[in-house]
């Protein structure tokens, strides 16, 4: 094989790119934590942290443009840059809905605990997870597992839903409630959004991967 | 070695090829020189080095830089300046008698080099800046003219390279190799530029855009637009180079 020192500028992108993703990580991670240990700090540090985020999504799509402005790159090199460019974008995403869980928290935080969290924390394990599988195909160039991680998407909206109605439940029978249950049915739905973002990102990762889509395929799987 | 160019201009007889070009060509980088045929691109090229003056009617005015010596002032030899500033041509072309060896070393030669263990690591020096050594060490002594198109053009960078100029010019050196071949000298490019100043001419604005750092843009002999290579051809600032890099003209 000849060596091609596009290589080397196209393996700083994947790693850019694998930066920008455990700083995405991290801030769902720490939301959660400041949600459930009811930390404003936490919280706090989240919505200030998101600015990076937005920076290396800028920076990278960048090196993107110029890669494929000066390399033109084809095939697989095409759909990895591709591809990357797109995942840029979720994962900027998923920041802002970490930032959107420590907003509601920081809500939640005026007023005392309406109910122990549990389908929470585990829509977020969940949504989490699926995040890093995303990730780790991307490394691992496993087309498997970013199929896998699609088909995961189904159990976090079905526990989002669970949320939904037993916090309806709350309001119908106190009013008192609504703010919070609201608070708290926002976060799941933020929390749905992550699960949708890694099922993008996995779906692109498939894509790279395999050179054709899952996209919108998946409902009969 | 710094290289920059003031108010150059070139002629062809009546003809001026080259309009008042003032360029600073950065340093251990690869600068490349984009424009349609006849723009001027090899003309320009060909000023760096004094080559452009062999040409019979042909002159030069304005002034070309050497690290703060200006090339055209009276009392430099032209031979000096372009040992000090190597070219590569379009076409390879090794001496035809000679051997790969002899190719390499006629430069040093010329300049005297006569002892067999200074010529040799010189040789094999320059084989490897050019990346051919591994593909030429067992056939040295045969013609240079027996090597495939891509390995004579590197055989051409090695001559160049073995006389341990300062810069490096190379007016369109892919121009007549095949992808393969190609994709080698773009690398070596980039690998060279560790060590030399390079600059490049080429009408393939692809190659432009893979191997060099800057580009300037040439358009009827004047520059048009000079910048780093990402921008040149991400966001261009002048309407002639968009309408040049996207095809609509040239």
């Known amino acids: ?221 | 070695m710094s290289l920059a160019t003031e108010c150059l201009s070139a002629w062809f007889g009546s003809n001026r090829a080259v309009k008042e070009i003032t360029i600073a060509i950065p340093k251990h980088q690869a600068t490349a020189i984009i424009g349609p045929s006849g723009c001027g691109k090899s003309t320009f090229i060909r000023c760096l080095n004094r080559m452009h003056e062999v040409i019979p009617e042909a002159r030069v005015e304005g002034k070309v830089w050497l690290e703060g010596t200006d090339i055209y002032q009276e009392g430099m030899d032209p031979v000096q300046i372009r040992r000090r500033i190597g070219m590569v041509f379009q076409k390879p072309n090794p001496f035809p008698t000679m051997t790969v060896y002899d190719n390499v070393a006629a430069g040093l030669r010329l300049n005297g080099v006569r002892n067999r263990a200074d010529l040799d690591s010189a040789v094999e020096e320059g084989l490897r800046l050019a990346a051919l050594w591994d593909e030429v060490k067992e056939k040295l002594h045969s013609p240079g003219t027996s090597l495939s198109g891509g390995q004579q053009q590197r055989l051409c960078i090695a001559r160049a390279l073995a006389v341990k100029p300062e810069l490096l010019l190379m007016d369109e050196p892919c121009s007549a190799l095949d992808p393969i071949a190609t994709a080698k000298i773009e690398e070596l490019i980039y690998h060279l530029k560790q060590k030399y100043t390079v600059v490049l001419v080429t009408h393939n604005m692809q190659q432009a855009a893979r191997a060099s750092d800057f580009t300037g843009f040439l358009l009827m002999g004047e520059l048009v637009e000079f910048g780093l290579t990402g921008k040149i051809f991400t966001n261009p600032s002048d309407s002639r180079t968009e309408a040049y890099i996207t095809g609509r003209f040239g």
């Open chain 1, 1 to 221: 094989m000849m060596q091609r020192h596009f290589d080397e500028e196209l393996k700083t992108l994947k790693e850019q790119l694998l930066s920008m993703a455990g700083m995405a990580e991290q801030s769902v991670g720490k939301a959660i934590k400041g949600l459930v240990d009811r930390d404003p700090q936490l919280a706090q540090a989240v919505i200030e942290e998101d600015s990076r985020i937005n920076r290396l999504e800028v920076e990278i799509e960048e090196i993107c443009l110029n890669l494929m402005a000066r390399y033109q790159p084809e095939a697989k090199d095409l759909r990895t840059i591709a591809m990357i460019f797109k995942i840029v974008n979720d994962l900027e995403r998923v920041g802002d809905q970490a930032v959107n869980v420590s907003e509601r928290t920081l809500d939640l935080l005026r007023e005392p605990l309406l109910k122990p969290l549990i389908d929470i924390p585990k829509m977020a394990a969940l949504a989490q997870q699926m995040l890093k599988d995303s990730l780790d195909a991307f490394v691992s160039q496993d087309a498997e597992l970013a199929r896998a991680v699609c088909r995961r998407d189904d159990e976090v909206d079905h526990l989002n839903d669970q949320v939904y109605h037993d916090l309806l439940v709350y309001m119908t029978q106190d009013a008192k409630t609504i703010t919070r249950a609201i608070d708290l049915i926002l976060v799941g739905r933020h929390l749905e959004r992550v699960a949708d973002h890694a099922t993008n990102i996995a779906e692109d990762v498939y894509y790279l991967v395999k050179g054709t889509t899952i996209k919108h395929r998946l409902a009969g799987d």
